[in-house]
Each structure stands twice: as C-alpha cells, then as structure tokens.
C-alpha cells in the first residue's frame, strides 16, 4: 500500500491518492476478515482467479451490486442500496494491481483486466481504425462507421453500467448556519471557521481552498474574489472564488492573527510572498486534506448529521439555482444567469445543470399542486356549505350540479379541448 501510495502520487493529486488508499484499505479489511475462495481467506497477493472472485463478492455483499456475467467480463449493476463510490472503488483497485505488477510486487495477471479484449474487439474494430491513434467519439464523424459494442469501450474485467450521475441536491438552507453553530459550539478554530464558510459561499471542492496562497488573492481585482485551480487544470489557476464581506473579514484576521502565531516567518498579510499557502497547521506546515477531515467529522458528529465535504459543493450549487429562478425577469435572464454559473462551476460538461434543474421542476410541480390541493379544500367547503341549503332529503338540485355554468366561457373550451386530448 505505501509502494502503491508513493507512486500514485508522482501522477495523480495527493488527494486522489489518498481517496484511493482510503478505499484499498475497506478492501483489503474486508478480505482479511471476510472473504472466501476455496475455501481460505483471500490476500492481495492471491492469482487474480481468486481476487476476482473477492470482488465479485465484495460488490455483491458489501456494495449492494448485481454482477450479470457477459462473454469473458461482468457487467456491475447498481441497486437502491449501492453507494456511488463504486467507480471509484473499481478505479482505485485496477489502479492498485497495475501498480503493483509495474512494480514487479505482484506475479499474476492484473485481475481487473480482461486477458481476451484485445483478441475479442477484432470484429468490431475494422482496417478504419487509424494508426497509432485513438478512435474518436461517433459524433466526430471522422471514422468509418462499425458495428459498436460495449466491448470496444473498455478492457476492464468488472464493468459498471447504467451508472448516469445524479447530484445530490441539498435544499436546506440552514444547512451553513447548522454547520457554523456546531463549529462554535465545539471551538473550532478560526482557520477552520474560514474554510468551512468559503466552502458553502464559493461551492469550490476542498483541494481548491486547502492549496490557496496569498498570491491569489492579490491576482484578483475584486477584494472578495482568490484565483484558484481547477481539477484537471494542471495546477493553473483558471478560475476563481467569490465570497463576502465577513468571510474576508474573517480571513484577514486569521492570517494577520492565528495562521501568524503558528507560520515560520511571523509575518503579517501584506508582508507575505505571493507563494505562501493560505493555511497552516499548528505545525507550520500546509493544511492538508486529512488534518481538516479530522476536524470536519468532530464538527457534523456536534451537529448529529451525516454529511461529506463535497455536499457544500452541491448545496451552493442547489441554492444559486433557486436563487435564480427566484430572482430572474424572464427566461432570458435565467438562461443567462445559467451559462453565467456553468462557467463559474468550470464544469466540463455544460450538462451537469440540468440534472440540478430536474429537482427545481419537481419542486414547481409539487407547489402547483399543493395549490391546487388547498384550493379543492376551500371548494369543497364552499359546495358543502352551498348544498346544505339546497338539500331536500338525499336530493341536490340541478342547479347544484351544473358546475359548467358558473365557470367562464373559455375555461369550459379549454377544458373540454382537455378532456378530449385525453381520450
């Protein structure tokens, strides 16, 4: 695991690194503990017929998945019970044996890998194919159009299905202040109380707030916004932060107090270099991603709920979006406002706001028909109330009954051309 650790971490964010060691390590405790093949327990180092095997039951008993085998691979379905960690988990452990047989550690073919791809995707994968070049997407339309195949997608043994992506949408807007009191309550620090608040007011991920300096702060114009990177940028910062006027406040503070108190050079804000991280540890040393998630998770156990870091990204997300529904003149505006969001998001895929749109239009639809629930309450009143005067025994009279004529001309049209659409 640390083999496999330092030598991710040359090529991917320490960040990533780490969520993979986190995830190898259920793995590779649950084997231990509780997997079968042949009846002994299984070890990472086992022929990769025996770590298929373990998977395949670690997906099946501990992940909530289905496994429908296909040809020489198995198709990975998730169910109501399933986390949505399952790609990553199914990444980090076909990262861990490609490591690992690169390394030399391992003598077995990587389990994770399907032997026969190469051989099976022949027939699929025709002389248009050009040399040394990767096929391009069908909408390119610049190969020859073949027979397609989930085959030709991926040499993966274990391959995950029906895997659409669905944000999580968080519509508390208490949420923050929940978060805040909790931290009070509990003394958090004030470096922690900066981060926290720039997560909810920016929607940044963690890595984008952790790895701050001064310097991009001082790259920005406007006093409330920092530059920042993005995930995949390479390290440049392409994008940036938004944030208000307390935070900053806040922020000043900190770097002028508490983060000066615990730095090597005892400077304050001004005196810094464009290169010093934002946040220190008591230490001196940058904040990193596990020293905050030790601090994060006393924080939510204080408040007794269960929540990870990046839901601050989905409930800034959630609530710009009521923001501008709320707020927009007209559906221009809205549009615009959108794009406006989608490239302060930096997301690649313009997209993934539509999925956070479903659960506004839900919303619209749930508050037409509250009101039309609460308007069929004051109706039936107002009949009962009106035919308690025109009852004669169990009789109503015809005036009673003939709805049509107290309801205008063209509602009556509109609502007979109703009926008929639904025939």
Not at 168 to 185: K, T, V, W
Not at 263 to 278: A, I
């Amino acid at each position: 695991m640390t083999e496999f650790y330092y030598y991710q971490q040359k090529r991917i964010s320490e960040n990533s690194a780490l969520s993979y060691l986190i995830t190898l390590e259920r793995f590779f405790s649950w084997l231990a503990k509780s997997s079968n093949y042949q009846g002994d327990r299984v070890k990472w180092s086992d022929s990769n017929f025996a770590i298929r095997t373990a998977i395949e039951d670690y997906l099946v008993y501990q992940m909530g998945c289905k496994l429908r085998s296909k040809d020489n691979f198995q198709f990975v379905i998730m169910t109501k019970k399933s986390p949505q960690t399952i790609n990553h988990f199914l990444a980090a452990i076909k990262s861990f044996y490609k490591t690992v047989l690169h390394l030399k550690l391992y003598k077995f073919q990587n389990p994770l890998i399907d032997a026969d791809y190469n051989i099976s995707i022949g027939k699929y994968n025709p002389i248009s194919m050009r040399e040394s070049k990767p096929r391009l997407p069908k909408i390119a339309g610049t190969e020859i159009p073949y027979e397609t195949s989930y085959r030709s997608q991926s040499d993966s043994y274990f391959k995950l299905v029906a895997n659409e992506w669905k944000p999580n949408i968080i519509a508390d807007q208490d949420l923050p202040y929940i978060i805040y009191r909790a931290g009070s309550e509990i003394g958090w620090s004030l470096r922690d109380e900066v981060i926290i608040r720039l997560l909810f007011e920016t929607g940044a991920r963690i890595n984008e707030v952790l790895e701050l300096t001064i310097g991009d702060y001082r790259q920005r114009i406007n006093q409330y916004e920092m530059a920042t990177l993005n995930k995949g940028s390479e390290k440049r910062r392409i994008k940036f932060l938004r944030f208000s006027q307390d935070t900053l406040k806040l922020l000043i503070r900190y770097v002028n107090g508490e983060r000066k108190i615990y730095s090597h050079e005892k400077k304050t804000f001004t005196k810094l270099s464009d290169n010093e991280v934002v946040f220190l540890t008591r230490r001196g040393d940058p904040y990193n991603y596990t020293a905050f998630y030790y601090q994060w998770s006393k924080i939510i156990r204080h408040a007794k709920i269960k929540m990870n870091i990046h839901k601050t990204r989905h409930w800034f997300v959630t609530n710009m979006i009521r923001s501008i529904y709320d707020t927009a003149g007209g559906s221009g505006e809205i549009e615009m406002r959108k794009h406006e969001l989608i490239n302060y998001m930096k997301w690649k895929n313009p997209e993934t706001i539509k999925a956070y749109e479903h659960y506004f239009n839900e919303a619209s639809f749930r508050e037409i028909h509250e009101n039309l629930a609460k308007k069929m309450q004051e109706y039936e009143k107002e009949f009962l109330k009106a035919s308690h005067s025109t009852f004669e025994g169990n009789q109503l009279t015809n005036s009673t009954l003939t709805t049509k004529e107290t309801l205008p001309a063209e509602e009556i049209k509109w609502i007979n051309e109703f009926y008929k659409g639904m025939d």
